[in-house]
């Protein structure tokens, strides 16, 4: 069955940065594209960036120009580099595919 396992997250002060990475399983990753969402407390699950099988990306308009996601095919995993952090990044993170979804990485933006 499709796994995906999230790590990266932490607390970070503003202006810092992440990577998160997700690793995927069980599926064929190469022919799948991937979202990555946050929800932070009391608001909906939203959609933060997508990255197609072919590699073209996508963004929210609260991280263009902040945030980057990748895929190393090799590695099955999709990474998003958070820069440029502000508290309002503070959120779990999730990736998703196949309607699947990973537990969740908390990423805290604060000093």
């Known amino acids: 069955q499709v796994q995906l396992v999230e790590s990266g997250g932490g607390l970070v002060q503003p202006g810092g940065s992440l990577r998160l990475s997700c690793v995927a399983s069980?599926?064929?990753?190469?022919?799948?594209?991937m979202g990555w969402y946050r929800q932070a407390p009391g608001k909906q699950r939203d959609l933060v960036a997508s990255?197609?099988?072919?590699?073209?990306?996508s963004y929210a308009n609260s991280v263009k120009g902040r945030f980057t996601i990748s895929r190393d095919n090799a590695k099955n995993t999709v990474y998003l580099q958070m820069n440029s952090l502000k508290p309002d990044d503070t959120a779990v993170y999730y990736c998703?595919?196949?309607?699947?979804w990973g537990q969740g990485t908390q990423v805290t933006v604060s000093s």
């Open positions: 069980g599926y064929n990753f190469r022919a799948y594209g």
């Open positions: 998703n595919v196949l309607g699947v």
């Open positions: 990255i197609t099988s072919g590699g073209t990306t």
